[in-house]
């Protein structure tokens, strides 16, 4: 057995400043290419996909949120508090229970009862963009379609959420390591908001009492199910901070994998029966999620060699995504392991993964028919790779067959 520490290992710079776009899937490629393990900042990443599920779903694991936090200086304070209240930081019968409160709201069978809203959200989106045939997608499809999507689903009003859009952003930038040093008050102020609004909107919930994942939360609290005001308080916010930046940022990598990839548009637009697999294929390809995260909370053996406890690994669900033969390739017909690591694995694995699938379902179905011979209309500006994946902006545009 060899200690970790000792091994002779590439190195991995998740924080350089150029890794975003092709440079990031090739250095990762590279680094990968010499084995499964290479050191990273703040300990080691994992390039495999068996391994990276064999951490994710380890007992002796857990989500660093709070040592990553520490690291960059962030000791008390707004977000120190939200980070150890967070979900993803919780474990074993805490984290059970509150799983259990919340999973409910969050099966396909629930996912799909929002279908027929978010077919309506995009029938408005398609309205607001009338005889164009080009658009700035990010801002005028993907990123209002996720706002509002999360708006309905917490009960909150339409008209908030842009507001809601812009507090997930900033909560979701504790995740970026790079924001947590230069981005701290910003990201408090946005919790404090936050959290003001999400006590309002519990208020207007228990006057007007309806049947969604808010009610039943205040139903668990109020009945005595074990789940304390704070608690519910902080799952909304989850529920809020996860929702949105999430789903905008894969339908935005989607559709620019789309729009690189014109025959596979045109034959999801033939064959709409491939969405589902259209959509396991983008999140499988470009995941908006690059690295989760696990610290070992025991030493752990693995593969002959020992992780001390305390040893912090990034799992990477781009390279783990991507195993050969054809791991590089986008194609929405082939037959592939479904066992992608974009949700994370094991206990924390993604509660909004149901409805984030389905989102993207309707959202591409709808697109493929009203954006037909969808292409780039300019360079596609995509974010940094540390926190969530996402796009600044994606100009595409398309045009209408002529047999129409
Ligand atoms: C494409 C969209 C999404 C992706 C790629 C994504 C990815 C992830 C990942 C990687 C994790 C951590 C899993 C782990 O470390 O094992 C996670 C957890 C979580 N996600 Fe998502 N997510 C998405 C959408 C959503 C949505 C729409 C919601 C809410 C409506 C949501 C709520 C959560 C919550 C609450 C957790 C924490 C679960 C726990 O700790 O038990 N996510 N997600």
Redesign the pocket.
């Given at each position: 057995m060899t200690a970790v520490t000792a091994l002779d290992l590439p190195e991995f710079d998740y924080l350089a400043p150029d890794l975003t776009g092709a440079v990031y899937h090739e250095r990762l490629a590279a680094v990968a290419a010499q084995g499964w393990l290479a050191r990273a900042p703040l300990g080691f990443v994992v390039l495999e996909r068996a391994a990276g599920e064999f951490f994710?779903r380890s007992r002796h694991t857990a989500?660093p949120g709070r040592e990553i936090a520490e690291f960059f200086g962030v000791r008390g304070g707004r977000l120190a508090d939200h980070i150890d209240a967070n979900?993803?930081n919780?474990s074993g019968d805490v984290?059970r229970r509150l799983?259990k409160l919340v999973g409910p709201a969050?099966t396909p069978h629930a996912a799909d009862r929002w279908r027929p809203t978010m077919r309506e959200f995009l029938a408005r989106i398609g309205a607001d963009i009338g005889p164009s045939t080009s658009c700035e997608f990010v801002a005028t499809v993907a990123k209002p379609y996720a706002s509002l999507m999360?708006s309905t689903?917490l009960g909150a009003s339409e008209d908030d959420a842009p507001r809601l859009h812009e507090w997930s952003n900033w909560i979701q930038k504790q995740f970026d390591v790079k924001a947590l040093s230069t981005e701290l008050p910003r990201i408090e102020e946005a919790l404090d908001e936050a959290y003001a609004y999400v006590e309002t909107l519990l208020a207007r919930h228990r006057s007007e009492p309806v049947d969604d994942l808010v009610g039943a939360l205040l139903a668990a609290e109020d009945e005595g199910a074990g789940l304390s005001h704070d608690e519910c308080v902080n799952l909304v916010l989850?529920?809020l901070a996860?929702?949105v930046d999430?789903?905008q940022s894969?339908l935005a990598h989607g559709i620019r994998l789309f729009a690189e990839h014109p025959d596979q548009w045109a034959l999801l637009r033939d064959r709409p029966e491939l969405v589902d697999q259209a959509v396991a294929e983008i999140?499988r390809l470009e995941?908006?999620?690059p690295f989760?995260?696990r610290i070992c909370v025991a030493p752990i053996e693995y593969r002959d060699v020992t992780f001390p406890e305390n040893t912090i690994l990034a799992i990477c669900?781009e390279r783990a995504n991507r195993e050969p033969p054809d791991g590089n390739d986008f194609d929405i017909t082939a037959e592939r392991d479904t066992r992608v690591l974009?949700?994370?694995?094991?206990?924390?694995?993604?509660?909004?993964?149901n409805?984030?699938r389905a989102?993207?379902a309707e959202a591409l179905t709808y697109l493929a028919t009203r954006m037909p011979e969808l292409t780039l209309d300019g360079t596609p500006e995509a974010t940094g790779v540390e926190g969530i994946y996402g796009m600044h902006s994606l100009p595409v545009r398309w045009s209408w067959p002529s047999a129409q």
């Amino acid at each position: 057995m060899t200690a970790v520490t000792a091994l002779d290992l590439p190195e991995f710079d998740y924080l350089a400043p150029d890794l975003t776009g092709a440079v990031y899937h090739e250095r990762l490629a590279a680094v990968a290419a010499q084995g499964w393990l290479a050191r990273a900042p703040l300990g080691f990443v994992v390039l495999e996909r068996a391994a990276g599920e064999f951490f994710l779903r380890s007992r002796h694991t857990a989500f660093p949120g709070r040592e990553i936090a520490e690291f960059f200086g962030v000791r008390g304070g707004r977000l120190a508090d939200h980070i150890d209240a967070n979900i993803l930081n919780l474990s074993g019968d805490v984290h059970r229970r509150l799983r259990k409160l919340v999973g409910p709201a969050f099966t396909p069978h629930a996912a799909d009862r929002w279908r027929p809203t978010m077919r309506e959200f995009l029938a408005r989106i398609g309205a607001d963009i009338g005889p164009s045939t080009s658009c700035e997608f990010v801002a005028t499809v993907a990123k209002p379609y996720a706002s509002l999507m999360i708006s309905t689903v917490l009960g909150a009003s339409e008209d908030d959420a842009p507001r809601l859009h812009e507090w997930s952003n900033w909560i979701q930038k504790q995740f970026d390591v790079k924001a947590l040093s230069t981005e701290l008050p910003r990201i408090e102020e946005a919790l404090d908001e936050a959290y003001a609004y999400v006590e309002t909107l519990l208020a207007r919930h228990r006057s007007e009492p309806v049947d969604d994942l808010v009610g039943a939360l205040l139903a668990a609290e109020d009945e005595g199910a074990g789940l304390s005001h704070d608690e519910c308080v902080n799952l909304v916010l989850n529920v809020l901070a996860g929702g949105v930046d999430t789903t905008q940022s894969q339908l935005a990598h989607g559709i620019r994998l789309f729009a690189e990839h014109p025959d596979q548009w045109a034959l999801l637009r033939d064959r709409p029966e491939l969405v589902d697999q259209a959509v396991a294929e983008i999140l499988r390809l470009e995941p908006i999620t690059p690295f989760t995260a696990r610290i070992c909370v025991a030493p752990i053996e693995y593969r002959d060699v020992t992780f001390p406890e305390n040893t912090i690994l990034a799992i990477c669900a781009e390279r783990a995504n991507r195993e050969p033969p054809d791991g590089n390739d986008f194609d929405i017909t082939a037959e592939r392991d479904t066992r992608v690591l974009t949700f994370g694995a094991g206990t924390h694995y993604c509660l909004g993964a149901n409805l984030a699938r389905a989102e993207l379902a309707e959202a591409l179905t709808y697109l493929a028919t009203r954006m037909p011979e969808l292409t780039l209309d300019g360079t596609p500006e995509a974010t940094g790779v540390e926190g969530i994946y996402g796009m600044h902006s994606l100009p595409v545009r398309w045009s209408w067959p002529s047999a129409q």
